[in-house]
């Protein structure tokens, strides 16, 4: 999706990988992206820190249909294998990290 690969090693899942995530009850945040998104570029390196500082698996998907969003970025929180919050739009880290925080993210 990006002229330059990612720096950190966040991985990109398929929808199956999705749904495998909530068949077998994981935590993760999963951050769909697509291409030519601007806001989804520069949330790159906010989505790089949260993977650095919580121990919950970040992903990346790329926007195909067949999760339902509104926009991208779009930052999916699933806790046990349930979406618990699915937050849409560019934010800093100091927002999103709050959220994380308040949703009981490690």
Do not use: F, R
């Not at 495998?20 to 989505?47: P, R, T």
């Not at 195909?64 to 560019?90: A, R």
């Amino acid at each position: 999706i990006y002229k330059e690969e990612p720096t950190s090693d966040i991985e990109y899942i398929t929808y199956t990988d999705y749904v495998n995530l909530q068949k077998n009850y994981k935590d993760a945040i999963v951050v769909v992206v697509h291409e030519g998104c601007v806001y989804c570029e520069k949330y790159e390196s906010v989505v790089e820190e949260i993977a650095d500082e919580y121990t919950t698996p970040v992903y990346y998907y790329e926007y195909d249909g067949n999760i339902k969003v509104t926009g991208t970025p779009t930052t999916i929180v699933i806790k046990n294998g349930y979406v618990v919050d699915s937050i849409v739009g560019y934010m800093t880290y100091s927002v999103i990290s709050e959220k994380l925080d308040d949703l009981g993210v490690k």
